[in-house]
């Protein structure tokens, strides 16, 4: 017993402490970090204003032109792969725009690129949590905000919003966790993200699982961290529940 | 035509409204003229069209046809079928006109208002009744519009189920508006909120969210909220339907204290000793139309429409 936890140890010692390799894994830790909060924003930016296209009275033919636009994307993204889409903005769509280096770090030139292409893809499922947070707030909330002279954007912004991301917070973590994870196929593209860092460390030591285990420790620590922000917001956003 | 008769005290003026929902038609042309200080109480059977007709005048319902003004500003797009010297411009009244007078009839005055009234109680206008027309058409929105928002602004409701922002302070509910809407200043606001919220008595709930508060409270804040805007005149939709019956009197007083003051008010309610005390004039709506309209002393004790009659025999019980 004691001999198989001290080759455990040893296993470890050479594939995160020894040479400094625990380098190797916040290298990757950090571009996942950067493109997981990147593609967070941009998901959630794209989130809301796809959902705003979707769920605004149709007054005109261009706001309905919009809405069929916004309902297509959101059928593409969830229809295909996220390494197929990943693959075709890396290669395709943005191939001009890769090769710059990002922040001033040159080994993170493809981040950028890769953290949009999880935003956009991110943002379709986003849209998707807020339309049906949306469904759920009572239409007597809009119709008030509207008899006061508010207009239709001023209302869902400012009561509409609001209440529909409180209910929709568990699922938009949810969706958020699945981003943080879904990073991890960025080393396709040749990005050295978290999940990367195993093929480096088994070249070196030719040892297979414990750089994985590693990895999936850093992995679970980033979405315990991510629950605990979500009980936050909620306690939070409970406020107004309160009897 | 309408815009020819302005009357400086009608605040508010819904004319010949219809409203379909699908192939539902739930009003029938209705006119509504609403003058400064009036109390017009509305009542009829559910499924009426009193609501409906209510929420027409702000637009929360678009009408299908017929106009809505608030003073001289029209509200809805303009409605052809109440403007007679537009239809004579259609090229449907052309035709119609060439028809008759080829037919042997003579061409007056009264002849064209026949034909006017035969367009319009077929619907014979189409979309495309000539350049002539359409301008003329686009003429009298340019001239009459006014922006919705614009209008709501001076219009308050208050709606059967509060409608109390649930994500907002009881305080943020009452200056949301005025604030956003660039009529006060936050400091301004939330003076005149303090000052109402101490009027209802409710001063120490100003910071607290409507779900903490009864049924009563709600409503009476819901009510100075549409007071915050300091409005023109108040719609009333039901405003005691969804309350316990110990918290209706609360409401209804603070109804009474405005119309004492003179707020001009449109109720939509069952509350007959409300109608009988309060109104300057009550209306019957049944089937989509109004069926009988006068002061409330005649309304109640001498109605003419056996409709009427019969649903104040049974809510007078």
């Given at each position: 017993?004691?001999?198989?936890?001290?080759?455990?140890?040893?296993?470890?010692?050479?594939?995160?402490?020894?040479?400094g390799?625990?380098?190797?894994?916040?290298?990757?830790?950090?571009?996942?970090?950067?493109?997981?909060i990147?593609?967070?924003?941009?998901?959630?930016?794209?989130?809301?204003?796809?959902?705003?296209?979707?769920?605004?009275?149709?007054?005109?033919?261009?706001?309905?032109?919009?809405?069929?636009?916004a309902?297509?994307?959101?059928?593409?993204?969830?229809?295909?792969?996220?390494?197929?889409?990943?693959?075709?903005?890396?290669?395709?769509?943005?191939?001009?725009?890769?090769?710059?280096?990002?922040?001033?770090?040159?080994?993170?030139?493809?981040?950028?690129?890769?953290?949009?292409?999880?935003?956009?893809?991110?943002?379709?499922?986003?849209?998707?949590?807020?339309?049906?947070?949306?469904?759920?707030?009572?239409?007597?909330?809009?119709e008030?905000?509207?008899?006061?002279?508010?207009?239709?954007?001023?209302?869902?912004?400012?009561?509409?919003?609001?209440?529909?991301?409180?209910?929709?917070?568990?699922?938009?973590?949810?969706?958020?966790?699945?981003?943080?994870?879904?990073?991890?196929?960025?080393?396709?593209?040749?990005?050295?993200?978290?999940?990367?860092?195993?093929?480096?460390?088994?070249?070196?030591?030719?040892?297979l699982?414990?750089?994985?285990?590693?990895?999936?420790?850093?992995?679970?620590?980033?979405?315990?961290?991510?629950?605990?922000?979500?009980k936050?917001?909620?306690?939070?956003?409970?406020?107004?529940?309160?009897? | 035509?309408?815009?020819?008769?302005?009357?400086?005290?009608?605040?508010?003026?819904?004319?010949?409204?219809?409203?379909?929902?699908?192939?539902?038609?739930?009003?029938?042309?209705?006119?509504?003229?609403?003058?400064?200080?009036?109390?017009?109480?509305?009542i009829?059977?559910?499924?009426?069209?009193?609501?409906?007709?209510?929420?027409?005048?702000?637009?929360?319902?678009?009408?299908?046809?017929?106009?809505?003004?608030?003073?001289?500003?029209?509200?809805?797009?303009?409605?052809?079928?109440?403007?007679?010297?537009?239809?004579?411009?259609?090229?449907?009244?052309?035709?119609?006109?060439?028809?008759?007078?080829?037919?042997?009839?003579?061409?007056?005055?009264?002849?064209?208002?026949?034909?006017?009234?035969?367009?319009?109680?077929?619907?014979?206008?189409?979309?495309?009744?000539?350049?002539?027309?359409?301008?003329?058409?686009?003429?009298?929105?340019?001239?009459?519009?006014?922006?919705?928002?614009?209008?709501?602004?001076?219009?308050?409701?208050?709606?059967?189920?509060?409608?109390?922002?649930?994500?907002?302070?009881?305080?943020?509910?009452?200056?949301?508006?005025?604030?956003?809407?660039?009529?006060?200043?936050?400091?301004?606001?939330?003076?005149?909120?303090?000052?109402?919220?101490?009027?209802?008595?409710?001063?120490?709930?100003a910071?607290?969210?409507?779900?903490?508060?009864?049924?009563?409270?709600?409503?009476?804040?819901?009510?100075?909220?549409?007071?915050?805007m300091?409005?023109?005149?108040?719609?009333?939709?039901?405003?005691?339907?969804?309350?316990?019956?110990?918290?209706?009197?609360?409401?209804?007083?603070?109804?009474?204290?405005?119309?004492?003051?003179?707020?001009?008010?449109?109720?939509?309610?069952?509350?007959?000793?409300?109608?009988?005390?309060?109104?300057?004039?009550?209306?019957?709506i049944?089937?989509?139309?109004?069926?009988?309209?006068?002061?409330?002393?005649?309304?109640?004790e001498?109605?003419?429409?056996?409709?009427?009659?019969?649903?104040?025999?049974?809510?007078?019980?």
């Amino acid at each position: 017993m004691k001999e198989f936890f001290l080759g455990v140890w040893e296993d470890f010692y050479s594939c995160f402490l020894e040479n400094g390799s625990y380098m190797m894994y916040l290298k990757g830790l950090r571009n996942t970090i950067i493109m997981a909060i990147l593609a967070c924003i941009v998901g959630l930016i794209i989130g809301i204003v796809v959902t705003i296209i979707r769920v605004v009275p149709k007054k005109n033919k261009a706001l309905v032109v919009l809405d069929k636009i916004a309902n297509l994307y959101v059928t593409i993204i969830r229809g295909t792969p996220v390494v197929l889409q990943l693959f075709i903005g890396y290669f395709v769509i943005f191939a001009a725009v890769k090769t710059a280096s990002f922040i001033g770090i040159k080994e993170t030139a493809g981040i950028p690129v890769a953290a949009v292409v999880f935003g956009i893809n991110s943002g379709a499922y986003m849209s998707e949590i807020l339309r049906g947070g949306i469904n759920a707030v009572d239409f007597g909330q809009m119709e008030a905000g509207r008899s006061l002279g508010l207009s239709w954007l001023q209302t869902f912004m400012r009561v509409v919003l609001p209440q529909s991301l409180k209910s929709a917070i568990p699922t938009m973590f949810n969706e958020f966790i699945t981003l943080v994870k879904e990073t991890s196929v960025a080393g396709y593209v040749g990005i050295v993200d978290l999940m990367k860092i195993q093929k480096y460390v088994t070249t070196q030591n030719a040892e297979l699982y414990m750089p994985l285990l590693i990895i999936a420790a850093i992995y679970l620590i980033i979405v315990l961290g991510l629950q605990q922000i979500q009980k936050l917001i909620e306690r939070r956003l409970m406020a107004s529940d309160k009897r | 035509m309408i815009s020819d008769k302005i009357s400086l005290d009608e605040i508010v003026k819904a004319e010949n409204i219809y409203k379909n929902f699908g192939k539902v038609e739930v009003l029938k042309g209705v006119t509504l003229r609403i003058k400064k200080g009036e109390r017009v109480v509305v009542i009829g059977p559910s499924g009426s069209g009193k609501s409906t007709m209510l929420r027409c005048m702000n637009l929360l319902e678009e009408p299908t046809y017929g106009e809505v003004w608030l003073h001289e500003n029209l509200l809805t797009p303009i409605d052809p079928y109440l403007h007679f010297d537009v239809i004579k411009l259609s090229s449907t009244f052309k035709k119609m006109k060439v028809e008759a007078i080829t037919a042997g009839e003579e061409d007056s005055e009264k002849l064209d208002e026949k034909i006017i009234l035969e367009i319009k109680k077929k619907d014979l206008l189409k979309k495309n009744e000539g350049k002539e027309y359409k301008l003329a058409i686009k003429d009298l929105y340019k001239k009459y519009s006014m922006n919705i928002n614009k209008g709501r602004a001076k219009m308050g409701m208050v709606f059967q189920h509060f409608n109390l922002f649930n994500n907002l302070t009881v305080l943020e509910n009452l200056t949301l508006a005025p604030v956003k809407l660039k009529l006060k200043t936050k400091e301004e606001a939330e003076e005149k909120a303090y000052a109402l919220l101490k009027r209802i008595g409710l001063e120490d709930k100003a910071n607290v969210y409507p779900s903490t508060l009864s049924g009563g409270q709600k409503q009476r804040i819901a009510i100075i909220r549409s007071l915050a805007m300091e409005p023109e005149v108040i719609l009333f939709d039901e405003p005691t339907s969804a309350l316990d019956p110990e918290m209706v009197g609360e409401v209804l007083e603070l109804m009474k204290e405005l119309a004492e003051e003179g707020m001009t008010m449109v109720v939509v309610t069952h509350e007959m000793g409300f109608a009988k005390e309060v109104a300057t004039r009550v209306i019957f709506i049944d089937e989509g139309i109004i069926k009988e309209e006068n002061t409330p002393k005649e309304f109640f004790e001498s109605p003419k429409d056996e409709r009427l009659k019969e649903f104040l025999s049974k809510v007078l019980m």
